[in-house]
């Protein structure tokens, strides 16, 4: 290989930005264009959700991956969209009362629309009653049969009371009745005696007459003994004719009911046992008047407890109802904690204390998209506590269970409702990064099991006139879907090189559409400034400069230390052992290169590099692997036959953050071979570049970001023709240079030197031929690898070399010195 640094090219203005010529357009302005239909550049991705849709089985839910800004939300949700309204509206869901088991209740499954329709039969059958029940109580035939049981149970305590009256009478006393009850007086022809006149009776005649009372009181005693058996006889046949009554206002009702919903027989049965519950408390149907209760004989009749809140037990919770053309749901929840997803009991306050009821279940997303799509973002299901687990459970088992954490948990204790679980149908559809999906993959053994279908978005698309087209299109849709103006072709060239330069890359182009329209928007803002009607190419350019004004504020600092010599970049001269790197910042979305110096020291050791920022802990594994490399090109190349007895020191000066990756392990190697050979390398220009152990070149990443980092101390300090960067040769088609650049570039005031080897590189930075071994096995005198084998040799040798006496160490010095 030649490494004669005149003969090695430079890159052409023409390599540095392949822009898109508006002339290749055929449109005006992005009004003439018509919608894209289709999502542009993601066909995998839309092939994979067409198939995650379409098979129903289990396990078959999808994980829809990629980065940030590309729409995966949008674009899955308008497929599903499209998918659900060819199909059939899933099944209501409520929730009713469950009379064995109260706190258990009842979920019912009715067909989509009738949900509300049967909770509104539900409350008419309710207030129907409450009024058709105090009505039957109100009729002459109740009246008269209520006094037919009352005047039999009068009629036999009479009767009893009456013969133990008659008695009395016959021996001079009389039986009065008195709000305490019964009692017996004395009594003188037919007027109750006095207690003075009992008194002023002789003592014989008042002791046979108490002896008579107690007599009478005992007869009496036993007389109406059966009198409570008799009260207890006439309420039971009160408590049947109020059932006969009320079956007979219930009974029709209900009846009407089942035959209205009979092809549904859960339905049914649930209406049946309404009716025998509705037979069983009438009595919560009458109305009592306030400061009122119903009394039999004087005796009040005990009401159910709750008065309107026992009503509640025949109220309807419709916890889903859906339109019957409304086609399978799509749901997307926001805020997936656990309650939002599994659904929630909640209570009210009554009295210092917490109570609920099956009417405060309250639906949550499973729910909802039961039967339909359900759309998750990733990361906040698995950052919410329980909220993975919860959804895990319910598309393994195919089932809903509604339950509160503080009862999964056993964190309370007091006595909660267990809603009977409802059978699910759904297609999970979780959205999120690679990483967390592979993470997922691997370390959750349930994952593979349950999202067997990975969606996976691109980024961005290649580039060639019939894409350019299509994104003019995509450019058109956007503008007219957020109401901006139109764009003229000018205008959408620009966007297509700005969106080339975001995908880093000069054959393609990112689809990262909310950066896209943000640029639209931006765009859109600088052109109704200008009071431009359709937005040109001057606003776009507007707009990408001021994006970069608002963001640069670290950049411009960095340039101004360097330029103000508190970071020391030189951009002329010489120095061995000294090169400048390139690095990538990025802060908040935006990105910028930086150059920074590479200082190498060598000396006699024991063949180790010490990578300086690795020793300190500021370097990442991936530069520490960089520098690793450094030592095995340097064994392999130099040190075949002879032990490498080198000691080394590698560092970026100025350096007080970390430092990742392996994008300046060329630098690091450049410096370090030129330490060795003590040949000059010239400041006026940057290296970027990673190396293989065999001296390849290997592309990196930000190389446009890089390139301009170092363009922009060198045009402040002043362009001479002799600055410039190396890159990989592999980096060529990823260049998407600033304007400015180029025409540096085309002016001759700066140079991209593409390479491939380090050989080829040290030629370019040292002026001096890398040098390759000829046929004997030896560099050629003077080149690079010559001088820096016989450094190493020297080494080799010293270190092999018995420990000499004082005077003699010194003339070897002072011998290497001339």
């Known amino acids: 290989m030649n490494a004669d640094p005149t003969s090695h090219r430079t890159l052409a203005p023409s390599d540095l930005c392949r822009a898109c010529d508006p002339d290749r357009f055929a449109f005006g302005t992005t009004d003439e264009l018509p919608d894209l239909a289709l999502e542009l550049g993601q066909d995998r991705a839309m092939d994979a959700l067409r198939f995650?849709?379409?098979?129903?089985?289990?396990?078959?839910?999808?994980?829809?991956?990629?980065?940030?800004?590309?729409g995966r939300h949008a674009i899955v949700r308008r497929?599903?969209?499209?998918?659900?309204?060819?199909?059939?509206a899933p099944p209501d869901r409520c929730y009713v009362f469950n009379f064995e088991s109260p706190h258990r209740p009842r979920a019912l499954e009715l067909p989509a629309g009738q949900a509300t329709r049967f909770s509104r039969d539900m409350a008419r059958l309710v207030e129907d009653l409450r009024a058709g029940i105090p009505a039957a109580f109100e009729t002459d035939e109740y009246r008269a049969r209520l006094q037919e049981i009352e005047a039999e149970f009068g009629e036999r305590q009479d009767r009893v009371v009456g013969t133990v009256?008659?008695?009395?009478?016959?021996q001079g006393v009389a039986l009065l009745r008195t709000p305490a009850g019964f009692g017996f007086v004395p009594r003188r022809g037919d007027e109750v005696m006095s207690p003075d006149e009992f008194r002023k009776l002789p003592p014989a005649e008042q002791k046979r007459l108490e002896e008579i009372i107690t007599a009478l009181q005992e007869e009496l005693e036993l007389a109406i003994r059966d009198v409570p058996k008799w009260r207890r006889e006439a309420q039971r046949k009160l408590r049947e004719l109020n059932r006969q009554v009320t079956r007979t206002a219930v009974n029709g009702l209900a009846e009407e009911l089942k035959s209205a919903w009979q092809a549904l027989p859960q339905v049914v049965e649930y209406f049946t046992r309404v009716q025998e519950d509705m037979i069983d408390h009438a009595e919560v149907f009458r109305h009592p008047k306030e400061g009122e209760q119903p009394q039999l004989f004087g005796v009040p009749l005990p009401l159910p407890e709750g008065g309107e809140a026992f009503l509640r037990r025949y109220r309807v919770n419709v916890l889903i109802t859906h339109a019957p053309d409304a086609?399978?749901?799509?749901?997307?929840?926001?805020?997936?904690?656990?309650?939002?997803?599994?659904?929630?009991?909640?209570?009210?306050?009554?009295?210092?204390?917490?109570?609920?009821?099956?009417?405060?279940?309250?639906?949550?997303?499973?729910?909802?998209?039961?039967?339909?799509?359900?759309?998750?973002?990733?990361?906040?299901?698995?950052?919410?506590?329980y909220a993975w687990e919860a959804l895990k459970r319910a598309v393994r088992s195919r089932e809903v269970r509604i339950e509160s954490l503080g009862q999964a948990l056993s964190l309370v204790a007091t006595v909660s409702l267990e809603p009977e679980p409802v059978p699910l149908d759904v297609k999970v559809v979780l959205v999120g990064s690679r990483m967390l999906y592979y993470m997922l993959h691997a370390y959750d053994p349930e994952f593979p099991e349950l999202f067997k279908v990975a969606v996976d978005?691109?980024?961005?698309?290649?580039?060639?006139?019939?894409?350019?087209?299509?994104?003019?299109?995509?450019?058109?849709?956007?503008?007219?879907?957020?109401?901006?103006?139109?764009?003229?072709?000018?205008?959408?060239?620009?966007?297509?090189?700005?969106?080339?330069?975001?995908?880093?890359?000069?054959?393609?182009?990112?689809?990262?559409?909310?950066?896209?329209?943000?640029?639209?928007?931006?765009?859109?803002?600088?052109?109704?400034?200008?009071?431009?009607?359709?937005?040109?190419?001057?606003?776009v350019e507007r707009a990408i400069e001021a994006r970069v004004e608002?963001?640069?504020?670290?950049?411009?600092?960095?340039?101004?230390?360097?330029?103000?010599?508190?970071?020391?970049?030189?951009?002329g001269g010489s120095r061995a052992g000294q090169v400048n790197g390139l690095a990538v910042t990025r802060l908040g979305g935006y990105s910028?290169?930086?150059?920074?110096?590479?200082?190498?020291?060598?000396?006699?050791?024991?063949?180790?590099?010490?990578?300086?920022?690795?020793?300190?802990?500021?370097?990442?594994?991936?530069?520490?692997?960089?520098?690793?490399?450094?030592?095995?090109?340097?064994?392999?190349?130099?040190?075949t036959n002879r032990p490498l007895t080198l000691a080394a020191s590698l560092v970026f000066e100025q350096s007080y953050g970390g430092i990742e990756?392996?994008?300046?392990?060329?630098?690091?190697?450049?410096?370090?071979l030129s330490a060795l050979a003590d040949a000059p390398i010239r400041q006026s220009l940057a290296v970027t570049g990673s190396v293989n152990q065999h001296g390849e070149v290997q592309a990196i990443g930000g190389v446009n970001e890089k390139i301009e980092g170092f363009f922009d101390v060198c045009r402040a300090r002043g362009l001479t023709g002799e600055q410039g960067v190396l890159i990989p040769q592999s980096n060529v088609k990823h260049l998407m240079l600033r304007r400015d650049v180029v025409e540096a570039v085309a002016d001759g005031r700066f140079r991209i030197h593409p390479v491939e080897t380090i050989d080829a590189g040290i030629a370019i930075l040292t002026r001096v031929p890398a040098g390759e071994r000829g046929a004997d096995g030896r560099f050629a005198p003077g080149t690079i690898n010559f001088l820096v084998e016989r450094r190493l040799t020297e080494f080799a040798d010293r270190a092999r070399a018995p420990v000499a006496p004082g005077p003699v160490r010194r003339a070897r010095r002072h011998k290497e010195r001339e």
Do not use: C
Request: aromatic fraction near 6%; charge should be neutral.
């Open 457 to 539: 978005f691109e980024e961005d698309m290649p580039r060639n006139p019939a894409s350019d087209l299509l994104y003019a299109r995509m450019i058109a849709t956007l503008a007219r879907g957020e109401r901006l103006r139109a764009l003229d072709r000018a205008a959408v060239a620009r966007v297509i090189d700005h969106g080339a330069r975001g995908a880093g890359d000069s054959e393609k182009v990112s689809i990262l559409t909310r950066d896209l329209a943000d640029l639209l928007r931006e765009s859109d803002y600088w052109a109704a400034g200008a009071g431009h009607a359709v937005i040109g190419v001057a606003d």
């Open 550 to 571: 608002r963001a640069d504020r670290v950049r411009r600092r960095l340039q101004e230390e360097i330029l103000r010599g508190t970071l020391l970049i030189a951009t």
């Open 327 to 385: 086609g399978a749901p799509v749901v997307y929840e926001d805020n997936p904690v656990h309650d939002n997803l599994v659904g929630r009991v909640e209570h009210i306050a009554h009295m210092g204390a917490l109570t609920t009821d099956f009417t405060l279940i309250k639906a949550g997303a499973l729910h909802r998209a039961n039967g339909g799509y359900l759309v998750l973002d990733a990361m906040k299901v698995l950052t919410q506590p």
């Open 79 to 88: 497929l599903l969209e499209r998918n659900v309204a060819s199909r059939a």
């Open 165 to 170: 009256g008659e008695r009395a009478r016959e």
């Open 592 to 639: 910028f290169g930086t150059p920074h110096r590479i200082t190498a020291r060598v000396r006699l050791g024991a063949g180790r590099v010490v990578d300086i920022e690795r020793e300190t802990e500021l370097g990442g594994p991936l530069h520490s692997k960089g520098v690793l490399i450094l030592s095995g090109f340097i064994a392999g190349r130099y040190a």
């Open 661 to 672: 990756g392996d994008s300046a392990s060329s630098a690091e190697l450049y410096a370090l």
């Open 52 to 70: 995650g849709t379409g098979i129903a089985r289990e396990g078959y839910n999808l994980y829809a991956m990629g980065p940030e800004g590309l």
